[in-house]
């Protein structure tokens, strides 16, 4: 079973920075599809950015140029740098990953961006 750990949550006020790391258990790490999603009260989640295992990224328009997805296979870890936050990106940052048609996911981090 693959266990995923997310940290770095925290307070941050508008305009500052936060990383969050998701530690990811097992020998395959590597070859995993890499998610962070996000999920504000009374708002549908929502993807965040994507790595993959050759680590090309992706991200939706709401957060292209702040939000920056990493992986270090030899740490099973992969990291979202956010920076320039804003209010609305208040929300529980999740971890995923993706082998094989399976889904595995973290239990979840709080992010609040508020002065």
């Known amino acids: 079973q693959v266990q995923l750990v997310e940290s770095g949550g925290g307070l941050v006020q508008p305009g500052g920075s936060l990383r969050l790391s998701c530690a990811v258990s097992?020998?395959?790490?590597?070859?995993?599809?890499m998610d962070w999603s996000r999920q504000a009260p009374g708002k549908q989640r929502e993807l965040v950015a994507r790595?993959?295992?050759?680590?090309?990224?992706n991200y939706p328009d709401s957060v292209k140029g702040r939000f920056t997805i990493s992986r270090d296979n030899a740490k099973n870890t992969v990291y979202l740098q956010m920076n320039s936050l804003k209010p609305e990106d208040t929300a529980v940052y999740y971890c995923?990953?993706?082998?094989?048609?399976?889904?595995?996911w973290g239990q979840g981090t709080q992010v609040t961006v508020s002065s």
């Open positions: 995923t990953a993706h082998w094989l048609g399976n889904d595995y």
């Open positions: 097992g020998s395959r790490f590597s070859s995993y599809v």
């Open positions: 790595i993959t295992s050759s680590s090309s990224t």
